[in-house]
Nanobody, 124 residues
C-alpha cells in the first residue's frame, strides 16, 4: 500500500511555469512506476506523463511533450512534474498515480494507487 499526496498547484498566467510534487508514503517508493494524469471539467481523466522505477525512462502525452518534465527522487519518495509554457488548455486537476508493475504505463487502469489531486488553473 502507498499513499500519495500532491502539492504545488495554483493559478498561473499563460506562458508561466509550475512544479507539482507528489509525496509517497508506505511501501518502498522505488518499487513503483509513477504517472501523472489530469482531468478538466466535463472531460475524462487523461494521461500526461510516466516514469519508470529508476527514473531512467520517461514517456509523455503529445500535448505536453517538450513543455512538461517528469522526474523522481527515490531518496525523497517524491515524483515531480515541471510544467513550462503553460497554456489555458492545461487547466485541470492533476493526479499522481503509482503502479506496482515495472515499465512505463499510460492507461488509467494500469495504476493501483491515486492521490487526491491538485488544481492547476492557467489564465489566458
Amino acid at each position: 500500500q502507498v499513499q500519495l499526496v500532491e502539492s504545488g498547484g495554483g493559478l498561473v498566467q499563460a506562458g508561466g511555469s509550475l512544479r507539482l510534487s507528489c509525496a509517497a508514503s508506505g511501501r518502498t517508493f522505488s518499487s513503483y512506476s509513477m504517472g501523472w494524469f489530469r482531468q478538466a471539467p466535463g472531460k475524462e481523466r487523461e494521461f500526461v506523463a510516466a516514469i519508470n522505477r529508476s527514473g531512467g525512462s520517461t514517456y509523455y502525452a503529445d500535448s505536453v511533450k517538450g513543455r512538461f518534465t517528469i522526474s523522481r527522487d527515490n531518496a525523497k519518495n517524491t515524483v515531480y512534474l515541471q510544467m513550462n509554457s503553460l497554456k489555458h488548455e492545461d487547466t485541470a486537476v492533476y493526479y499522481c498515480a503509482a503502479n506496482i508493475a515495472c515499465g512505463l504505463h499510460r492507461q488509467r487502469d494500469d495504476y493501483d494507487y491515486w492521490g487526491q489531486g491538485t488544481q492547476v488553473t492557467v489564465s489566458s
